[in-house]
């Protein structure tokens, strides 16, 4: 009886209404990818690039000196007051930091990633991996305040100078015009290693990636064809590194542009664009030249991609 | 050596390479003495001796893992043997890294750079050697109108077919004008019929260039069919080297009878029931045939009565198994290649009566 059972019904049909849906979505594939689209795209579309948007609307109000009140037609005065010499310097102490981070976390990541992608192999890829993530996992104020103990005049770094009988070297250091400073926790030299240190597995991590991909004949190629290593290299492993390269300098070079923590805990006194940003919309309610303040890294970041894209940096992709 | 070099020339050179057994050193191009590379405890390649005479077309044949590629690797300079000695015309490698020997690689996956156009990928190795734009670009051209792939430059690897990339991987290999070319198991990711319109201009092309040509296949009839000698691997060590003809009608073991092309392997007691001692012996399938009945075979054939218990068509051929009796043959079968314009062949089951000359009984050596 059982054989009849199955002659019969060479499609089976009926069943509840989920395995009805579940027929439908699967003889549909576009339907489902809608359904598995749509929340992640409004939040996408309306929460994050609406409030952007809104953001940069701000930027071209302004607010009226005597009131402080926002006042809501369209002018580009705010972005006037933005140029002025004082404004410009932030910009350009930010931009400055934020390339001198972004081309400092690239020459070190890369021989890391380099060695990660191409040589570490099970527990020692295991191990690269856990060396580079394991910073992220704490909170990232511990680990800033306790670079700012590290790099104290009485912190660990200074009494490492002294037993080596290198104070003079710091000292040297120290006195440099504009980099230097009366210690190093209070020195652009000491806001950088902090920025470095922090962003640099945002660097190492699109590095590796993009090495993986490189197959180990198109290397072996290059050198079949004569180019010593250091022509493969320039030829082969970095052009094709590049996109990584890019990727994680996006991160270094934004991620340094927005940050208003470090350049406060560790530093001079001079304000960073994030830090303008804080103290406008903030402590001085003016959300027009915050605005206005955040615009920037947006218009550095869409040049700089514009960039690297002439270059030929995403040639690889 | 121009790369448009006439076809007479050519011809010429692998001719003569194919009449002296033992070359002297300057008709030499790839010399291996005793050469081993391990890899922890896999002896990849294991005290391998081979000369491949300049102008040749050789073949490395042998099944996955018999050391064949780690040969042509050793030879490219991408191992490092761990004992033993390797010359390129003459000259000792041994320390010499991949970027300094005047050999180049057509590589399996034919590793082009992904990043760069067809006519830069063929150009690269000119453009490391310092030439200027003019010149590379032209030379690379001439490279791609040699492997018929014109019309492309300007397209990245990614948008080219399995078969053009070939032929961008042998253009980029041959634009520097190697001593001696290194081919990667080339053909392995070509459908059938690409693969075998490739066979035959591969073939064409290494006697219009004289280059050396030394071809990693585990595909027995592409070493057959396209090389001028080849040597047979067998786990890290070569078991037979000669001529396609050599080494098909004379196997010197039961490895190589049975891996080039398919064999009847005889054990002694088999071949001395049938006709006297002979050893273990080698009968090719296409050799034996089939007595009508009635006809008397020729004084010098050896005769065998069987059943047929399989039989299978491939289109040019039928190939029969044909059991011998068991008692005085201990259960031997015999396989049996047709001809299928022969017309109808008996059926399973049938008793069949089978010749083959004396001759076709090859003596092997028993290991």
């Known amino acids: 009886m059982a054989d009849a059972a199955l002659t019969s019904n060479a499609v089976e049909r009926g069943g509840g209404g989920l395995r009805r849906f579940s027929d439908v979505l699967v003889t549909r594939p576009r339907l489902l990818l809608l359904i598995l689209l749509a929340p992640p795209l409004v939040w996408l579309g309306v929460v994050y690039l609406g409030s952007l948007f809104a953001l940069l609307l701000q930027s071209f109000f302004s607010i009226d000196e005597f009131s402080g009140l926002i006042q809501h037609e369209f002018t580009l005065k705010t972005y006037g007051e933005l140029l002025q010499p004082a404004n410009l310097d932030i910009i350009l102490r930010t931009v400055t930091m934020a390339a001198c981070v972004t081309l400092a976390s690239a020459a070190i990541a890369f021989p890391i990633a380099y060695y990660a992608a191409r040589y570490a192999r099970g527990r020692w890829k295991a191990l690269f991996y856990l060396a580079v993530m394991l910073p992220l996992w704490s909170s990232y104020l511990v680990r800033v305040y306790s670079w700012k103990l590290i790099l104290a005049k009485e912190g660990i770094l200074n009494w490492v100078f002294a037993e080596l009988h290198l104070t003079w070297l710091l000292d040297v250091l120290l006195a440099l015009p504009v980099i230097g400073g009366p210690s190093l926790s209070i020195s652009y030299i000491g806001t950088f290693l902090v920025f470095l240190y922090i962003w640099l597995p945002f660097m190492i991590l699109p590095i590796q990636a993009s090495l993986e991909r490189v197959p180990g004949s198109l290397i072996e190629a290059s050198g079949d064809l004569g180019a010593t290593p250091r022509q493969a290299f320039a030829t082969v492993i970095l052009p094709l590194a590049l996109p990584g390269i890019v990727a994680g300098s996006i991160f270094t070079f934004s991620l340094t542009l927005g940050d208003y923590i470090i350049p406060q805990i560790v530093g001079s006194s001079r304000l960073f664009i994030g830090q303008a940003v804080y103290t406008h919309q903030g402590t001085a309610g003016n959300i027009p030249l915050a605005a206005a303040f955040t615009v920037v890294p947006i218009v550095i970041m869409g040049f700089y991609l514009w960039g690297a894209k002439k270059l030929g940096a995403f040639n690889a992709l | ?271 001395d029931a049938l006709c006297g001692t002979r050893g273990l012996c080698s009968l090719r399938p296409e050799r034996v045939r089939l007595l009508a009945p009635g006809e008397a075979a020729a004084p010098e054939e050896v005769v065998a009565e069987g059943r047929v218990t399989s039989l299978q068509f491939h289109g040019a051929t039928r190939r029969l198994a044909v059991a011998l009796p068991a008692t005085t043959l201990t259960g031997t079968t015999l396989h049996v290649t047709l001809s299928s314009a022969l017309g109808l062949p008996p059926q399973a089951g049938a008793t069949v009566r089978l010749a083959w000359p004396r001759s076709a009984m090859h003596a092997m050596d028993d290991v």
């Open chain 2, 1 to 271: 050596m121009p790369l448009d070099r006439a076809g007479g020339e050519g011809a010429a050179v692998t001719s003569d390479s194919a009449v002296t057994s033992e070359p002297t050193a300057a008709a030499v191009a790839v010399r291996f003495q005793k050469v081993a590379r391990h890899f922890g405890e896999v002896r990849a390649v294991d005290a391998v001796d081979l000369a491949i005479r300049a102008g040749e077309f050789f073949a490395l044949l042998g099944p996955s893992g018999s050391g064949k590629t780690t040969c042509l690797r050793l030879v490219a300079g991408f191992e490092q043997p761990d004992a033993g000695h390797i010359e390129i015309f003459g000259e000792t490698v041994e320390g010499v890294p991949a970027y300094r020997r005047n050999v180049n690689t057509v590589f399996q996956d034919y590793a082009l750079f992904p990043h760069m156009t067809v006519l830069d990928n063929v150009a690269y190795a000119l453009r490391i050697r310092g030439l200027g734009k003019a010149e590379r670009h032209d030379k690379a051209r001439r490279a791609l109108a040699l492997v018929r792939l014109e019309g492309y430059d300007d397209r990245r690897p990614v948008q080219l077919s399995g078969g053009q990339r070939q032929r961008v991987a042998l253009a980029r290999a041959l634009v520097g004008e190697p001593k001696v070319l290194l081919l990667d198991e080339p053909l392995g990711a070509l459908d059938l019929k690409l693969r075998e319109q490739m066979q035959v201009e591969l073939k064409e092309l290494q006697q219009r260039l004289g280059i050396t040509f030394v071809f990693v296949t585990h595909d027995q009839g592409e070493a057959l069919s396209m090389s001028d000698r080849l040597a047979v691997f067998n786990e890290g060590r070569i078991m037979q080297v000669g001529t396609p003809e050599e080494i098909y009608d004379a196997p010197r073991n039961r490895f190589v009878a049975g891996f080039v092309g398919s064999s009847n392997v005889l054990e002694p007691q088999v071949a």
